[in-house]
């Protein structure tokens, strides 16, 4: 393969469009496609699966590379498929038969960010006995995770990482579903905050004095218990 030019070769996104940055979520494949081309940009196949080499920070779980095979895919094409388990940017470094990809000025990041909210990491800090007094709004934090450990931000226009709690109260130590008293705590992400953690203000206003029962559920009133 002397005709390759790993300078003139390029790294194409999931629809085959050269790009530099590649977008991926903590936990889920994501895959990319390198393109070895002639100094001309003309598609070459090098015929050598280990012609590509591909090197990323230790956050990656895995990565693979291999011929992409079938009737769609150009002369040639690599498939490249990476697993993070880190939410934060990372710097990839392509490799053509040894020399940089696209040239030494080159720049190519996989930018992860945190998978899907995880309701068994969810943490959700319950109040001190006696701090909540009937009446008044009493308040307590939680914090939502994705399965890799990355603290997950809500964004309002993903339902389904919604949470929701209710408080219900207790009758001589058990929650009875038609209790006086049972309210629907607010449920704020911290983001309005600034904080960016993944930190989540609950906030309530107990009417009735007595003991309650704090259920949380991902993913609204019938998701998965916290």
Known sequence: AQDVSAKASSLLDASFRPAAHIAARAGEEAVFYVQPSDADGVPVDVGDAEWLDALVAPAVLSLTVSPAVGAMFAEGLFRVAVVARVATHNTLTLLGGGKALGGRKAQYHLAVAPGASFAPAALFTPLPE?????????????????????????????TPDAYSATLT??????????APGALEASMVNAEVFNSGDGTYAVTFVPLVAGEYALNVRLGGPGGEVV
């Open 130 to 158: 006696g701090l909540a007094t009937s009446g008044k709004r009493a308040f307590m934090q939680g914090k939502s995770f994705d399965a890799q450990g990355n603290a997950q931000v809500f964004v309002a226009d993903s």
């Open 169 to 178: 109260l207790m009758e001589d130590g058990n929650v009875t579903a038609d």
